[in-house]
Structures are given as C-alpha cells and as structure tokens.
C-alpha cells in the first residue's frame, strides 16, 4: 500500500458551529466504515502489517537503572 499525505490546501473559513458538526460528521462516518469492515480490519490487524519495520530494531541501548 502506497501511503500518501493528506494535502488540505486552502481550507475553507468554517463557523465553530459548522466545524463541529463536521467534525461529528467524520467520526460517524468513522465509525460506520469500521462497523461495516470489522472482520476485515480485525483479521488485517491480526495478522500484522509485515511491510512495516521495526521502528526500534536499531537500538540495542540498555535500559537506564536507578
């Protein structure tokens, strides 16, 4: 999977009250597409992402003791 940035490029000037509700918009929308892809996403997750590295395989420092 090619991972891309979202650009947001000149936002639109929102009111506070129509910021919240899209905000309340995109976490229903959220949601739905997580309800409805459940199996998938668990069984995606379950298995691991094996294209990712170890973030941390490099350090090898011992941990500091007090």
């Known amino acids: 999977m090619n991972l891309q ?9 929102l009111s506070d009250k129509t910021a919240s509700e899209m905000l309340d918009f995109l976490y229903e929308l959220t949601t ?10 668990r069984r995606y997750y379950q298995e691991g ?4 590295q170890d973030l941390f ?5 011992e941990l500091p003791t007090f």
């Open 5 to 13: 940035s979202l650009l947001f490029v000149d936002p639109p000037e």
């Open 32 to 41: 739905a597409f997580e309800n409805h892809y459940a199996a998938q996403l």
């Open 49 to 52: 992402d094996r294209s990712q």
């Open 57 to 61: 395989e490099d350090f090898n420092d």
